[in-house]
């Protein structure tokens, strides 16, 4: 089936710095990336949808200056959350969607996530 | 706007037990529906889904019919396993802009003992 990857699975970092995580599908090739947050006991907020070779389409709410997301091939899309602050941390979550299988569905395949602390 | 409330957990059960989250939606049109699971460690996975009313979606042994009555989509399973201790999301895809974005509930964690 179709596999998401995250990297790093957990990172912790001081205050101010940035922090990278990668994204990849490893067995399809996905037009459409999309990257969620997720508080502890709420529930999935998309922040920003990424489609290869074009800007992210950020949701309302969302810094794009503080979020950066990058999809600069159709295996790999990354977020980077810039001058990062305690209240950045959280449980990060990517998906992507692959336009060969989703079908009507268009379903989206998950990351394991990945778990920011900014001290 | 879209919205979806599944209920509160945690929910405990002993394995065999009958199981039932209660999933439902606020909506514009005719969303698709979703049942996602997350096993410890592991990304969501897509469990079921339904795209229209009075659709049943059913997999390992879980089922969720489409209620556009009562804007519902419950998870059901007959007899739980241990194996089944997990996190469960509901959601809806809604469409509008040109693109489909997911919409999650809370999630519902479910332990079951042996």
């Known amino acids: 089936g179709a596999v998401v990857s995250q990297h790093p699975s957990r990172v912790i970092c001081k205050s101010g710095t940035s922090v990278k995580i990668e994204c990849r599908s490893l067995?399809?090739?996905?037009?459409?990336m999309f990257w969620y947050r997720q508080f502890p006991k709420k529930s999935l907020m998309l922040m920003a949808t990424?489609?290869?070779?074009?800007?992210?389409?950020?949701e309302q709410g969302v810094e794009k200056d503080k979020f950066l997301i990058n999809h600069a091939s159709l295996t790999l899309s990354t977020l980077t959350v810039t001058s990062a602050h305690p209240e950045d941390s959280s449980f990060y979550i990517c998906s992507a969607r692959d336009p060969w299988t989703s079908g009507r569905m268009n379903e989206q395949f998950f990351g394991p996530g990945t778990r920011l602390t900014v001290l | 706007g879209n919205s979806v409330t599944q209920m509160e957990g945690p929910v405990t059960l002993s394995e065999e037990a009958f199981l039932t989250i209660n999933c439902t939606y606020t909506?514009?049109?005719?969303?698709?529906l979703f049942w996602y699971v997350q096993y410890p460690g592991e990304g969501l996975q897509l469990l079921l889904k339904a795209t229209k009313a009075d659709d049943k979606g059913s997999n390992k042994g879980f089922e969720a019919t489409y209620r556009k009555e009562t804007t519902s989509f419950h998870l059901e399973k007959g007899s739980v396993q241990v194996s089944d201790s997990a996190v469960y999301f509901c959601?809806?895809?809604?469409?509008?802009?040109?693109?489909?974005?997911?919409?999650f509930g809370k999630g519902t964690k479910l332990t079951v003992n042996p």
């Open positions: 959601a809806l895809i809604r469409r509008g802009g040109g693109s489909e974005k997911l919409v």
């Open positions: 909506a514009t049109g005719y969303p698709s």
């Open positions: 067995d399809f090739q996905a037009t459409t």
């Open positions: 990424s489609n290869e070779g074009s800007k992210a389409t950020y």
